[in-house]
């Protein structure tokens, strides 16, 4: 059974600060991986998704990369803002089978003015 | 486009009283997926359609949990008799036609289920 886990459960920097998220899963046999943000009291919204055949995805200040083989994906958020405040949620597609979805606990992010 | 739709937004309940939470996806998505969040157990899969045939129910926590899809458009999740341990926030999402389970999956705004 695939596990994904995010640590650290909460995270506070002041704004301008680089910061990297971490996102780890048990089976490695993925078919992609997903980072999500979620603001408070709404939906989840897409980021990012690489496939298990790329090493990284890079959308604005947003780097996402991935070591299947390790079982590690990190997102990077470069000059952070409050805008960027929120929780950050990664996702797993299993590969075989019918390709289940596992997601991870989430990171919630505050950034400080 | 409008994006996932669901209703209601908010749900207060008494304990032993059936509960349907509505779900309509975007147009044209053929995969829709029932998710319930908890602080505890946090993001769960509840359910999972493609072609408004059920391809994994094994999220379903119990038999007082069903979920219907009767076409394209349109999804409930029933839960009957409702307990306190349902309270949560259950969110939808939807993803487009070939993308299944791996493609980005687009969010409802979520029901607030509280059960007293």
């Known amino acids: 059974k695939q596990e994904v886990t995010q640590i650290p459960a909460a995270l506070s920097v002041p704004e301008g600060e680089n910061l990297v998220l971490n996102c780890s899963f048990t089976?490695?046999?993925?078919?992609?991986l997903q980072w999500f943000r979620q603001d408070p009291g709404k939906g989840l919204t897409s980021l990012l998704l690489i496939q298990s055949s790329q090493r990284e995805q890079t959308s604005g200040r947003l780097n996402a990369s991935l070591d299947k083989s390790s079982g590690r994906s990190t997102l990077y958020i470069a000059a952070s803002q409050p805008g960027d405040s929120a929780t950050y949620l990664c996702?797993?597609?299993?590969?075989?089978?019918?390709?289940?979805?596992?997601f991870g606990t989430g990171t919630k992010l505050q950034v400080i003015p | 486009d409008a994006g996932v739709i669901q209703s209601p937004r908010h749900e207060v309940t008494e304990m032993g009283q059936e509960v349907t939470l509505r779900c309509k996806p975007i147009s044209g998505h053929n995969s829709l997926f029932w998710y319930r969040q908890t602080m505890m157990r946090g993001l769960e899969l509840l359910i999972y359609f493609n072609n408004n045939v059920p391809i994994d129910d094994s999220g379903m926590p119990e038999d007082r949990f069903s979920a219907k899809m009767p076409n394209a458009s349109f999804s409930t999740l029933k839960i009957q008799p409702s307990e306190p341990r349902d309270s949560a926030v259950y969110f939808c999402a939807s993803t487009r036609p070939g993308g299944g389970s791996t493609d980005t999956q687009y969010f409802g705004p979520g029901t607030r289920l509280t059960v007293l």
């Open positions: 996702a797993v597609v299993n590969s075989g089978g019918y390709q289940k979805v596992t």
């Open positions: 089976d490695s046999a993925i078919y992609n």
